[in-house]
């Protein structure tokens, strides 16, 4: 009977190892595609500061002319996933992946502070016993502010 007992409190305790790590991995790559949309943001102003600042200081709106698969491209050149033209992947060396990112949606305000904010669908595979269970959806918002000097 003592055997069963330790066997079973061995299998609670690998099962609750199991849901700690698999959190902390899904945790770090919403951290990861977070930061590097962030990244892509930054460039996308670095890359147009002089046009939008000439644009907002005149006290035109610069929205209408932005190209919206900018961040699309952006995405895909600067980072390290995969393209289909409906999602981005990021594989493993098996060929599976790792996780998804539906394609980012970006839009722009300006009232004296410059407002960008992406959105989009993280999509990671939950496996059980080496299959697909499922696969979580978590939607993601970045949002960067720039404030604009006189």
Known sequence: MSHIKTAVI???????????????????????????????????VIENATYIYSSIKNGNDFTASIDSWYFIYKFYSDGTLDYDGFYFYNRDSDGGYVYRLTNPQTTYTVNNTLNLTCTFDLLIPLDFAGKQVTELRIPIKVKVSYNLKN
Do not use: D, G, H, W
């Open 10 to 44: 061995v299998l609670i305790t690998a099962m609750i190892l199991s849901l700690v790590l698999s959190y902390a991995s899904i945790m770090t790559i919403v951290q990861t595609t977070k930061s590097n949309t962030e990244r892509v943001l930054n460039s996308f």
